[in-house]
Structure formats: structure tokens, C-alpha cells
């Protein structure tokens, strides 16, 4: 009973501080790549809207952002290339923050009824 307890409380202490890192990811500017497709971007962040410059181009998607725990939030698109909207009209992008650093994050996303699981790193730069 005494160990049960004990783990009970270390993970109440790794779910607090897993949170509190998440917090300063809510706002910023971020850049992200994947080298294995020649993609990078930058994300510019506010608790409700994020927009997306890919780099090198004048693309650009515009999302809103939902929080829906300290460390989860979703995506809905509502700006972007005519194709992508299409894509991702009525479908929510589900990203799930499963580590922080200092000045970076891992994710999860998923989009659901599509397979689909992406993993990511995002940096933070500001």
C-alpha cells in the first residue's frame, strides 16, 4: 500500500511538471521541419490563432486554436491554399504534447476517422 501511494504521488509530481513546461509553448514563434520531405516552416502562435509560413514560399495556413488540457490542443483551419482547406474542411487536428525541453516540444498529432499519426519536433525561437 505504501509503494502504491508513493507512485501515485510521483506521478501527480511528473503530470505537474509535464504541464507547466507545456504552458510556454502556448506563445511564440516556432520553426519546424522534416528534412525526409524538404519541408520547414514557421509557426507563429497565440493562445487562439496559429499561422503557418512555410519557408522559402508565400504559403501560408491559418488555424484556430482550441487548449484542451495544458498540454493538448486542436487545429481547425480556416485559411490557407484552396486544396489544404478542402482537405481539412469539418476535420480537427488533434496534436498532443508527449515531451517538452527547454526550448523545444515533441508531438503527437492525429486527425480523426484518417489514418494518420504524425510525429514532430517544434522549436521555440521567440
Not at 507545456?22 to 487562439?48: L, V
Not at 496559429?50 to 522559402?56: F, L, N, T
Not at 486527425?111 to 499519426?117: H, K, Q, R
Request: glycine share 4%; hydrophobic share 35%.
Amino acid at each position: 500500500m505504501k509503494h502504491l501511494l508513493f507512485f501515485a504521488l510521483l506521478n501527480s509530481f511528473f503530470s505537474i511538471t509535464a504541464q507547466e513546461n507545456c504552458e510556454k509553448f502556448k506563445n511564440g514563434t516556432f520553426k519546424m521541419s522534416d528534412p525526409a520531405i524538404n519541408f520547414a516552416c514557421t509557426i507563429t502562435r497565440n493562445d487562439s490563432i496559429q499561422v503557418e509560413k512555410i519557408d522559402g514560399t508565400n504559403q501560408q495556413s491559418t488555424y484556430r486554436v482550441k487548449w484542451t488540457s495544458p498540454c493538448a490542443y486542436e487545429l481547425q483551419m480556416v485559411e490557407g491554399n484552396p486544396d489544404a482547406v478542402a482537405f481539412y474542411k469539418d476535420k480537427i487536428l488533434k496534436v498532443n504534447i508527449i515531451s517538452t525541453e527547454e526550448d523545444n516540444y515533441t508531438y503527437e498529432a492525429r486527425i480523426d476517422g484518417i489514418e494518420f499519426v504524425s510525429t514532430q519536433t517544434i522549436y521555440k525561437v521567440e
